[in-house]
C-alpha cells in the first residue's frame, strides 16, 4: 500500500516537473515573440519618421541602411534571435520591391560568430509586369568610417540569384564578427550597410 501511494507520489512529481518545463518553455518562446515584435515596431516608427522628413518614399537602385544604437541590438539578438530589417527599396524604377534582412548574431551553425545578411523579394504592385524568379545581382556594402576616405576598407559581399517572393534571395551572406570591429565598421555605436542592385 505504501509503495502504491509511493508510486503515485512520484508520478504526480513528475508530472508536476514536465508541467513547469513547459510553462518555462512557453515562457521563454512568448519573450524572443515580444522583443521580435518590440523590434518590429521600432523599425515601423524609424520608417515612418525618415518617411516624414523626405519626400523620396522609395529609394531606386539601392539602400543606404544607417543602424544606430548597434551594440544593443546585438545583446538583443543574442538574447531573443531578434531580426533586423532595411528601409524598402526598389530594383528599379518599375522594379522589384525589395529590403535587407540582417540576423547580427548569426544564423544555424554560424550563430554567435558570424552577422548574417540576405536580400527578401517582397510583394510589390509592378510585380505582373517582371520575371519570375528574381534574379539580379546584388552587392552588400559595409562601409568602413575610417578617416582618412583614402584609407577606407569597405567590405563588399555578393548576394546570390534571387528565389521567389518573401523567401531570402539565395544563400545567406557571413561577415564574421571579428570584422566588424577591424576596419571600423563600428564607430559610436553606429554601422553603415548599403544594398546596390547592378544595372
Same mark, same amino acid.
Given at each position: 500500500?505504501?509503495?502504491?501511494?509511493?508510486?503515485?507520489?512520484?508520478?504526480?512529481?513528475?508530472?508536476?516537473?514536465?508541467?513547469?518545463?513547459?510553462?518555462?518553455?512557453?515562457?521563454?518562446?512568448?519573450?524572443?515573440?515580444?522583443?521580435?515584435?518590440?523590434?518590429?515596431?521600432?523599425?515601423?516608427?524609424?520608417?515612418?519618421?525618415?518617411?516624414?522628413?523626405?519626400?523620396?518614399?522609395?529609394?531606386?537602385?539601392?539602400?543606404?541602411?544607417?543602424?544606430?544604437?548597434?551594440?544593443?541590438?546585438?545583446?538583443?539578438? !543574442? +538574447?531573443?534571435?531578434?531580426? $533586423? #530589417?532595411?528601409?524598402?527599396?526598389?530594383?528599379?524604377?518599375?522594379? *522589384?520591391?525589395?529590403? /535587407?534582412?540582417?540576423?547580427?548574431?548569426?544564423?544555424?551553425?554560424?550563430?554567435?560568430?558570424?552577422?548574417?545578411?540576405?536580400?527578401?523579394?517582397?510583394?510589390?504592385?509592378?510585380?505582373?509586369?517582371?520575371?519570375?524568379?528574381?534574379?539580379?545581382?546584388?552587392?552588400?556594402?559595409?562601409?568602413?568610417?575610417?578617416?582618412?576616405?583614402?584609407?577606407?576598407?569597405?567590405?563588399?559581399?555578393?548576394?546570390?540569384?534571387?528565389?521567389? !517572393? +518573401?523567401?531570402?534571395?539565395? $544563400? #545567406?551572406?557571413?561577415?564574421?564578427?571579428?570584422?566588424?570591429?577591424? *576596419?571600423?565598421?563600428? /564607430?559610436?555605436?553606429?554601422?553603415?550597410?548599403?544594398?546596390?542592385?547592378?544595372?
Amino acid at each position: 500500500m505504501i509503495s502504491g501511494l509511493w508510486a503515485e507520489q512520484l508520478a504526480e512529481v513528475r508530472n508536476i516537473k514536465e508541467q513547469i518545463e513547459s510553462i518555462n518553455k512557453t515562457s521563454q518562446d512568448k519573450s524572443k515573440e515580444l522583443a521580435q515584435l518590440k523590434q518590429w515596431v521600432k523599425e515601423f516608427d524609424e520608417a515612418i519618421v525618415k518617411r516624414t522628413r523626405s519626400n523620396n518614399i522609395t529609394t531606386i537602385g539601392n539602400v543606404l541602411w544607417k543602424i544606430s544604437d548597434f551594440e544593443e541590438k546585438m545583446a538583443d539578438a !543574442k +538574447e531573443n534571435d531578434t531580426v $533586423l #530589417h532595411s528601409p524598402v527599396f526598389y530594383s528599379s524604377q518599375y522594379g *522589384y520591391k525589395l529590403r /535587407v534582412e540582417i540576423r547580427l548574431n548569426g544564423l544555424g551553425q554560424w550563430t554567435g560568430r558570424h552577422m548574417t545578411a540576405s536580400l527578401q523579394v517582397l510583394e510589390g504592385e509592378w510585380d505582373p509586369l517582371l520575371q519570375w524568379p528574381f534574379n539580379q545581382k546584388v552587392s552588400l556594402i559595409l562601409h568602413d568610417q575610417t578617416k582618412p576616405p583614402d584609407k577606407v576598407n569597405d567590405l563588399v559581399k555578393h548576394l546570390a540569384e534571387g528565389q521567389q !517572393k +518573401e523567401d531570402p534571395a539565395g $544563400l #545567406h551572406v557571413f561577415i564574421p564578427h571579428d570584422m566588424l570591429r577591424r *576596419y571600423n565598421y563600428v /564607430v559610436n555605436n553606429i554601422m553603415f550597410l548599403e544594398a546596390r542592385v547592378a544595372n
